[in-house]
């Protein structure tokens, strides 16, 4: 079991860059509470920074709009996750808590401004792969909307041909979400070189200290670039 980036990807994107933060073993019903308040305290800090500030107008989430422009995505329309995030508290919609360990994953790219998925790795024994959308790629929306096919080329993260995020940083399938019985997770973080990966080694230590203390389990933190191209999962 491994997490890929396809070398296209680092060609469409030279700059990309990637974490991997592989929880094994955590109780994902353990600190309910206070990572619920984590969750809560970076909701309200957000508002505060960008009291004054159009989230576009931010460095690290201008970064992903022009990233989505070139890949012909309007970023007002797609958003990157973190973006969205970020409006949404700013409306008074902040993300609600769901369970301890995506509640921490918010959190964390709420205060560094960094995307940060989370996917079960029982969902994914093949692992899962950062590449461009191919024939054959199927994306399951949330709730029961139907089946989506990703445009040619997209960057996708998938397990097979089972598509987990659309646009890259858009969008995450219903297969594989992170539930209060998920024991293996897998916390992908994403950035580029020179603009925000600073931001994504540090967000990728706060996470993995929070989760180990948490909810325990084995923790690791691998890296991904164009010179390392793939890292185990186990």
């Known amino acids: ?3 890929r980036v396809a070398s296209e990807v680092f060609e469409r994107v030279p700059s990309a860059r990637f974490s991997a933060v592989v929880a094994r073993g955590i109780d994902n019903r353990r600190s309910r509470q206070l990572a619920a308040e ?3 305290q970076a909701v309200a800090a957000t508002a505060r920074a960008f009291a004054k500030l159009d989230p576009k107008e931010h460095p690290a989430i201008a970064a992903w709009r022009e990233v989505f422009r070139q890949q012909g995505w309007p970023p007002s329309t797609y958003q990157s996750s973190v973006e969205a995030l970020v409006r ?3 409306k008074g919609k902040p993300p609600p808590s769901i369970n301890p360990a995506v509640d921490l994953a918010n959190s964390v790219s709420l205060r560094s ?20 959308a191919q ?18 080329g997209e960057i996708v993260y998938a397990h ?5 995020t659309r646009r890259w ?6 297969i594989g979400l992170v539930t209060p019985e998920t024991v293996d997770v897998l916390f992908p973080i994403d950035g580029f070189a020179g603009v925000t990966d600073r931001a994504v080694e540090q967000a990728a230590s706060e996470l993995a200290r929070l989760v180990s203390q948490l ?3 084995d923790v690791r933190v691998w890296w991904v670039h164009p010179g390392r191209t793939e890292v185990p999962l186990r």
């Open 160 to 164: 097979e041909a089972d598509i987990r």
């Open 88 to 90: 949404r508290s700013l």
């Open 38 to 40: 984590l969750l809560s």
């Open 215 to 217: 909810l325990g389990g």
């Open 135 to 152: 024939p054959g790629d199927c994306f399951l929306p949330m709730g029961d909307a139907p089946p989506e096919t990703p445009e040619p």
């Open 1 to 3: 079991m491994f997490f």
């Open 169 to 174: 940083v858009w969008r995450q399938s219903r």
């Open 113 to 132: 401004l960094i995307p940060i998925g989370a996917h079960d790795l029982a969902t994914a024994p093949s692992g899962l792969t950062v590449r461009l």
